[in-house]
């Protein structure tokens, strides 16, 4: 004879499926990306990477454009590993730098994507994002920031030379069918007039800090919509793309988090 569920024990099913459907919805929405703490570290040849050696697909989420500078054996992007807003074994920071190179001055950046190729010498070709779903409310982490003063510049931003430099810390979200690929030297890529855009914070670095602070990026939402990538960008020099800055700018950065 089978036996009868009583409507409590009904009701106690539905509710436990309703709480188990929240807890699987809050860790999809609770997402971080793998490395934010930024303790993980290569090298290949003379080239530091923000991943571990033998990485998989799921660890390639941050890059920089140190392999576009290889064979000068030059790092803009590197491990600090004294200088950590958290110390502790294994802990390790972002050094980000601006400087000169052979043939044109170089701010260091560190992104979420893939770095693919220099193109002509005055730009690099990349894949921007990382995939992504949750819908962050901030982004928090630790910088300590030494800008120098401007002493490369070009147009149209000649008249920049002489003032501090500038850094930048950007989180972009996006519903792109597919990562973004693009030329930096093709032109500006504008976040705001991408169609794609969910949501969006910058925060400009502008002075000098005595070690390192706290901050916390807000993100403002355009459409209540799911993300399928996130994009962070980190620049030493935020008009390094034009060739503009300081080669005595550095910038530190650690324990990055997403907020919900």
């Given at each position: ?26 860790v999809v929405n ?110 928090s982490g630790y ?49 705001e007039s991408d ?66």
């Amino acid at each position: 004879m089978a036996n009868k569920i009583s409507c409590k024990e009904i009701v106690m099913k539905k509710v436990l499926i309703f709480l188990m459907a929240i807890c699987i919805g809050s860790v999809v929405n609770a997402q971080q990306l793998y490395n934010m703490s930024l303790d993980e570290w290569s090298k290949q040849g003379r080239s530091w990477n923000p991943f571990p050696k033998d990485a998989s697909e799921e660890q390639l989420v941050w890059d920089s454009a140190n392999r576009g500078m290889k064979v000068l054996g030059v790092n803009t992007t590197m491990p600090e590993y004294e200088h950590v807003a958290v110390p502790g074994s294994g802990k390790a920071a972002a050094k980000i730098v601006s400087r000169n190179v052979t043939w044109a001055f170089a701010a260091g950046s560190l992104f979420t994507g893939h770095f693919i190729r220099v193109v002509n010498f005055s730009g690099i070709e990349m894949d921007s994002g990382t995939p992504f779903k949750g819908r962050p409310k901030s982004l928090s982490g630790y910088y300590h920031y030494q800008p120098g003063t401007i002493n490369h510049a070009k147009e149209p931003y000649l008249s920049k030379k002489g003032e501090t430099d500038n850094g930048q810390i950007e989180v972009a979200l996006y519903d792109w069918p597919k990562v973004l690929r693009f030329v930096t030297n093709d032109g500006h890529y504008d976040p705001e007039s991408d169609p794609h855009l969910i949501g969006r914070g910058v925060l400009t670095l502008t002075q000098a800090t005595d070690g390192y602070v706290h901050f916390e990026i807000p993100i403002k939402y355009r459409r209540d919509t799911t993300p399928t990538y996130v994009g962070l960008n980190i620049l030493s020099s935020a008009l390094g793309e034009y060739f503009t800055g300081s080669s005595n700018t550095v910038l530190y950065i650690d324990e990055l988090q997403f907020n919900y």
